[in-house]
């Protein structure tokens, strides 16, 4: 069932009773959310998709400043879906990655790390807009068979061993086999169900804008770590008034970041380019919204519970030091896709506790490692000791000088 037949059962067409059971529900209609219910609805499933949100109300038209790294897995999967080639925007390849450390308004150490072309034989990620994933998402949802999109809505959901009941504040309920939940960070699905999470805060406030730059970029990115917090600089498509733009996601201290997020264009520009340490791309002027997010790493005690299981950041939440939060959700669901088709094909239970706890197994284990290792990354170049400094700089130019250890670096973070 398409978006128009859920907004035509939200005026009242349907009776009370009358939704139909579907084989997944989805609970938060976020990227990975979304792309999720997209595949599965390719793949025959009938799948419901929940939000307290209008979807189309997220189309806002104006350049916001916020844009997504999607890596190699990711980027397959989404082509899979039917969401990639919906993109109203062209993507911008990541073909060059360069690692510095420094401080602000200082040239970066002479020891540094690159990750070049010849390194992947293919990008490393692609840079796309925020607003134009949710396009091309809701463009998908739309057109996508089998899919039911109930937004807004509010929701209470039951679960049993033997099933789901979805009630909705209209009155209206469904079932499902199993729940899905892509809530957020701040799942209320997750707290429902009693699972524990475990929260490190990293005292630090990202900062996260578009730029516009007087020399082109190449489609290079470039990761610069202060004592503060990492700088980085993302390569973005252009436009007919900014030829080069980039887009940045700036680490600082609590309540320093919101001063420098709301200094002048003129005055934040300048701190932007104090905090590169390289003149690569010349002269900067903000460009959009300036957005600040709190940071922390979190993870849930476990990612199943009877006919349920936890996508994204409802299960996980990492630093945004290697670029790798949005890609670890769609890692969870590159993993379970398999699951849930192989089962729906073969006529078995896609709410199973054999068919959870197989997910799980997939997921948490390499999900726990990347968290681990972007905690390590953090605490180990956040700071100004020189010691410290002293070893992760000959740390960075040791790995550039081993190609083998550098392509390995590649392979993994781009889900390959």
Not at 226 to 238: E, K, R, S, T, V
Not at 291 to 305: E, F, H
Not at 379 to 408: C, E, K, M, T
Request: proline share 6%; hydrophobic share 45%; net charge negative.
């Amino acid at each position: 069932m398409h978006q128009k037949a859920a907004a035509s059962m939200a005026e009242g067409v349907f009776p009370a009773d009358d939704l139909p059971d579907v084989d997944i529900c989805v609970v938060g209609a976020g990227p990975v959310g979304a792309s999720l219910a997209c595949r599965l609805g390719r793949a025959g499933l009938t799948v419901a998709v929940l939000d307290r949100a209008e979807l189309a109300g997220m189309e806002h038209p104006d350049l916001d400043g916020r844009a997504y790294a999607i890596a190699a897995g990711p980027k397959a999967f989404l082509e899979e879906a039917g969401v990639w080639d919906a993109l109203p925007r062209p993507s911008c390849p990541i073909e060059d990655i360069l690692v510095t450390d420094g401080r602000p308004g200082e040239p970066a150490s002479s020891l540094f790390l690159e990750f070049r072309r010849e390194d992947a034989g293919q990008p490393f990620g692609w840079m796309i807009e925020a607003q134009a994933l949710r396009v091309a998402l809701n463009a998908c949802l739309e057109a996508t068979p089998g899919i039911t999109v109930l937004a807004p809505v509010e929701a209470s959901i039951t679960r049993r061993a033997d099933g789901a009941r979805v009630s909705l504040s209209d009155g209206r309920a469904f079932g499902a086999k199993l729940i899905v939940a892509a809530d957020g960070r701040r799942s209320r699905l997750r707290e429902e169900a009693g699972i524990g999470l475990t929260r490190l805060p990293y005292g630090q406030t990202a900062i996260v804008c578009a730029i516009a730059h007087e020399f082109p970029h190449d489609n290079s990115a470039l990761e610069h770590f202060l004592p503060a917090g990492p700088f980085a600089q993302l390569p973005m498509c252009g436009t007919e008034e900014h030829p080069h733009m980039s887009a940045i996601v700036w680490s600082e201290k609590d309540g320093t970041a919101e001063r420098f997020a709301a200094l002048s264009d003129k005055v934040f520009a300048r701190q932007i380019e104090s905090r590169m340490g390289t003149e690569r791309l010349g002269r900067v002027t903000p460009v959009g919204r300036r957005w600040t997010y709190p940071l922390s790493a979190q993870y849930a005690q476990r990612y199943t519970d009877t006919r349920m299981l936890l996508v994204g950041d409802a299960a996980h939440g990492i630093h945004p030091i290697a670029g790798q939060g949005l890609n670890l959700g769609y890692r969870d669901i590159i993993q379970l896709v398999p699951l849930l088709i192989e089962a729906h094909a073969k006529g078995k239970d896609v709410g199973s506790a054999e068919l959870l706890a197989n997910y799980q197994a997939r997921c948490r284990p390499a999900n726990m490692l990347m968290l681990a290792a972007t905690d390590v990354l953090d605490r180990l170049f956040s700071n100004d000791n020189p010691v410290l400094r002293l070893a992760r700089d000959l740390g960075i130019a040791g790995v550039n000088r081993i190609p083998p250890l550098r392509r390995a670096f590649v392979r993994h973070a781009m889900g390959l």
